[in-house]
């Protein structure tokens, strides 16, 4: 079982950047696909990023060319690097361990929250 420990939410006004970090232990971390969805009030869960072993990266419509996704496998972390934030990017951001095949989620972290002011 492996357990996810989002941090480096908060607010910040648009146009801004913030850096997310998922501390991942109890599992081998370098094995699993890894990612972050995130979730806004009244909207459905979307996947922001996904990046898997190999360095592979995905990533959703409304965060290409912000957002950038990274691993470090000898630290068992992963990187959300959000760059020009908009007041839409507003949501609670889920680190994830993700499905190989089809980036879907199947493991989550507790989230974290970040505020895009206007």
């Known amino acids: 079982q492996v357990q996810l420990v989002e941090s480096g939410g908060g607010l910040v006004q648009a146009g801004g950047s913030l850096r997310l970090s998922c501390a991942a232990s109890?599992?081998?971390?370098?094995?699993?696909?890894m990612g972050w969805y995130r979730q806004a009030p009244g909207k459905q869960r979307e996947l922001v990023a996904g990046?898997?072993?190999?360095?592979?990266?995905n990533y959703g419509d409304l965060v290409k060319g912000r957002f950038t996704i990274s691993r470090d496998n000898t630290k068992n972390t992963v990187y959300l690097q959000m760059n020009s934030l908009k007041p839409e990017d507003t949501a609670v951001y889920y680190c994830?361990?993700?499905?190989?095949?089809?980036?879907?989620?199947?493991?989550w972290g507790q989230g974290t929250q970040v505020t895009v002011s206007s």
């Open positions: 994830n361990v993700l499905d190989r095949g089809s980036w879907f989620p199947i493991h």
């Open positions: 109890g599992s081998i971390f370098s094995i699993y696909t």
């Open positions: 990046i898997t072993t190999g360095g592979i990266t």
